[in-house]
């Protein structure tokens, strides 16, 4: 799975860089395309129920799913990017959120906040923790900062599947549900609503995932193994 994790890691790479005004969504899937064919990796997005592209790109009130393609993205967008590869049969799958070019203080304080969320919930996977401990590390990160979170959606186990259990909700109560064993692999991924609603709705594309009230939404992933000594991020250079 780190081979995974890696090569996912170097698609966000690809990604960042490339994402800026002007360019849409569909250009920034080929760069993808182009890891996953320089590592020799396949996509477990392409074909997932359907799904058309190797990436999913939210831009502003899309939350997760939006689907890219001609879409030019445009000074101040708010972009959602969550990807996947698969190595010798083994998944990662992360997702990031950045700003193309000039950002707003409010814009970067959500996705400061969806990290730091990301990065409570990575603390408490330790043996011995609970799936509720990882829960309620996001919620409290993402309530004191006046935010929401759908109810909807989660992250999930990860492994020779995309989708394992569990599945990792993003709020909960510390010291409740499964015990967290060494080597258990989770994807984490808080989804943080601006405006503090906990509901969003789905297009009739079937996929993109929007804010009920048009606020800004952000979305940060990361495939995360619970180690002997400690979580280890596989989906990080
Ligand atoms: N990566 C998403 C998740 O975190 C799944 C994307 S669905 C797809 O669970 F169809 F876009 F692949
Ligand atoms: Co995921």
């Known amino acids: 799975m780190r081979a995974a994790g890696r090569v996912v890691a170097e698609m966000h790479q690809a990604i960042r860089a490339a994402a800026a005004p002007g360019v849409t969504t569909g250009d920034l899937d080929l760069v993808a395309r182009g890891v996953l064919d320089l590592r020799g990796a ?3 997005f392409f074909g997932y129920y359907g799904y058309p592209a190797v990436i999913c790109a939210s831009v502003n009130d899309e939350v997760i799913h939006g689907i890219p393609g001609s879409r030019v ?24 959120s950045m700003v193309v070019g000039t950002a707003t203080d409010a814009q970067l304080r959500l996705i400061s906040t969806a990290e730091a969320a990301l990065a409570a919930a990575i603390r408490a996977m330790r043996p011995g923790n609970t799936l509720g401990d990882i829960g309620a ?53 808080p989804m943080l609503i601006a405006g503090g609603r906990d509901d969003v709705r789905e297009l009739s594309d079937g996929w993109t995932v929007v804010t009920t009230d048009g606020s800004l939404a952000a979305h940060v992933e990361h495939t995360v193994v619970v180690g002997a000594h400690g979580p280890e991020i596989l989906t990080r250079l």
Do not use: K
């Not at 101040?76 to 990662?92: E, M, P, R, T």
């Not at 993402?142 to 394992?164: F, K, L, R, T, W």
């Open 42 to 44: 396949e996509s477990n």
């Open 73 to 96: 993205l445009e000074d101040g967008d708010l972009l959602s990017i969550d990807c996947g590869a698969i190595v010798d049969g083994w998944h990662g799958d992360a997702a990031f």
């Open 137 to 189: 590390a996001i919620e409290g990160v993402v309530s004191a900062a006046g935010y929401g979170s759908p109810h909807n959606y989660c992250g999930h186990g990860i492994g020779q599947d995309m989708h394992e259990d569990p599945d990792v909700e993003n709020r909960g109560v510390p010291g409740r549900g499964p015990t967290l064993r060494e080597g258990v692999v989770l994807a984490i991924e």
